[in-house]
């Protein structure tokens, strides 16, 4: 592979396991690397990987990787060409991509316009419905009051889900049963979301009862061309928030597959968009599938597809940012074996998955054929408040999904993190359920606690 | 007789809700704690009298700190 990349020097505006996978495809690329930190990470292991690092405030995120200023003031200051987002933080905020267009600096990453479409849920629905994209029964836009959302309600069909137009996540989402909890779900859905993105404006969608998660990674040039690296099943979530990934979605009909990956490169297509994203769905048990939403940016999740395909997302991102055209087409991204991904996190599974913060005082991660290990911490480092909790992730690849869990059985008992509680024990209960074994999962089983002990 | 509401987990003070004076059910959050990117608010463990609030909003409390009190 070439290194003669146009980038020469890469700030990482993250931290933790992902400052460190970026800072590795740097290096690959014989491109210098200037990792950031805030007070509660000084020597942490990201800041001891980079060529050279930047302290860049306090420890709560604000003062530190969510200030623009004090990111593209540490950019300057290394003399980065481009910076690296990673994903959270800064990574879907389009004034931080403008800012670094306007800056002179290399965003790696989509452009300030795609990252706004799709951070607006109401116009991502409306664009994708428009470019084809299956969309959930729902309101047309932005629903003005309670009874309002109640005749959308009552058209579209109870349960149904408010969601906000300023932001994803799950947050600032309710579900509701009936016409008799509407109002009183109305009122505070609209509060979250004002609070959590400035913007109070709830829209209405139909509720999908026992969906699976399946979302499609993408790739684009900017310039109308579009690939997809196949599917991810990522059903199993607490509180909207992924803990076990894996490639190919397990028993997914190849109707169903083809219709999403259709559909996903057709919705990145009709927006323009420029280098990764994903396209996030759920299908039903019908087969039948429907948008939720686009995230524009590197997954947390993106070694399982890494691994099915034996393509590297960051090197490809850093090239496409660099103005290379996209590193493959189509029919050279095959999908072959099967990968699965557990996102250890210091939280306590058995106590409704509540943080851990605390000091790492022991850390042994496992190795072996087809295991990656995608790290943060290190023994003694500290697992702070201010961050999110997600300590690890254990990937495990194998020719089949059977071998897959296999590995990854074998991968959790090995791993040892102690000074914090873990997620190690649930995802060991999740690897050995029989409805897991089988494929058969939803999104509403871990809340149903089927994982409990 | 008075009662410590004692923080379950360690984290930073994002919201005041209840006031001295205000009465309380078991289970009413008194206040949320911000830890790791999510909100948990810390409950009442008994109906009574908010008598005292002993924190602030941005400060950092340790697990079994107390942060409020009942008459």
Known sequence: ?453 | MPEDIKAHITGVVFQIVAHPGDRVDAGDPVIVLESMKMEIPVESPRPGAVKEIRVQEGQTVQEGDTVAVLE
Not at chain 1, 223 to 246: F, I
Not at chain 1, 344 to 357: C, N, Q, R, T, W
């Open chain 1, 1 to 453: 592979m070439s290194s003669t990349l146009r980038l020469r020097k890469v700030l990482i505006a993250n931290r933790g396991e992902i400052a460190r996978r970026i800072i590795r495809a740097c290096r690959r690329l014989g491109v210098a690397s200037a990792a950031v930190y805030s007070d509660a990470d000084e020597g942490a292991p990201h800041v001891r990987d980079a060529d050279e690092a930047v302290a860049i405030g306090r420890a709560p995120a604000r003062q530190s990787y969510l200030s623009i200023d004090a990111v593209l003031d540490a950019a300057r200051r290394v003399g980065a060409d481009a910076i690296h987002p990673g994903y959270g933080f800064l990574s879907e905020n389009w004034r931080f991509a403008q800012a670094c267009r306007d800056a002179g600096l290399t965003f790696v990453g989509p452009s300030p316009e795609a990252i706004r479409l799709m951070g607006d849920k109401i116009e991502a629905r409306r664009l994708m419905a428009a470019a084809g994209v299956p969309v959930l029964p729902g309101s047309e836009g932005p629903v003005h009051d309670a009874a309002e959302a109640e005749r959308v309600a009552a058209h579209v069909g109870y349960p149904v889900l408010l969601k906000a137009a300023g932001g994803g996540g799950g947050i600032g989402m309710a579900r509701v049963d009936g016409v008799a909890g509407l109002a009183t779900a109305y009122a505070t859905a609209r509060r979250r979301a004002e609070a959590a993105f400035g913007d109070p404006a709830l829209y209405v969608e139909r509720y999908a009862e026992r969906a699976r998660h399946v979302e499609v990674q993408v790739f684009g040039d900017g310039q109308g061309r579009v690939v997809h690296l196949h599917e991810r099943e990522c059903s199993l979530q607490r509180r909207h928030q992924k803990l076990v990934e894996e490639s190919p979605a397990p028993g997914l009909p190849s109707r169903t597959k083809d219709g999403l990956t259709g559909a996903a490169v057709a919705g990145a297509r009709a927006i323009g968009y420029a280098n990764a994203g994903t396209m996030e769905f759920l299908v039903d048990a019908a087969g039948d599938f429907w948008f939720l939403e686009m995230n524009a940016r590197l997954q947390v999740e993106h070694p399982v597809t890494e691994e099915v395909t034996g393509l590297d997302l960051v090197i490809a991102q850093l090239r496409v940012a660099a103005g290379e055209p996209l590193p493959w087409g189509q029919e050279e991204i095959a999908q072959e074996g099967a990968a699965i991904e557990c996102r250890v996190y210091a939280e306590d599974p058995a106590k409704g998955f509540l943080p851990s913060p605390g000091t790492i005082s022991a850390l042994v991660l496992p190795e072996g054929e087809g295991i990656r290990v995608e790290c943060g911490v290190a023994a003694g480092s500290v697992v702070s408040v201010h961050y999110d909790p997600l300590l690890l992730k254990l990937v495990a690849r194998a020719g089949t999904r059977a071998e897959a869990i296999a590995g990854m059985e074998g991968a959790l008992a090995a791993c040892v993190v102690e000074g914090v509680k873990t997620t190690i024990p649930f995802l060991r209960r999740v690897m050995a359920h029989p409805d897991f074994r089988r494929g058969a999962v939803h999104t509403q089983m871990v809340e149903q606690g089927a994982f409990n002990a």
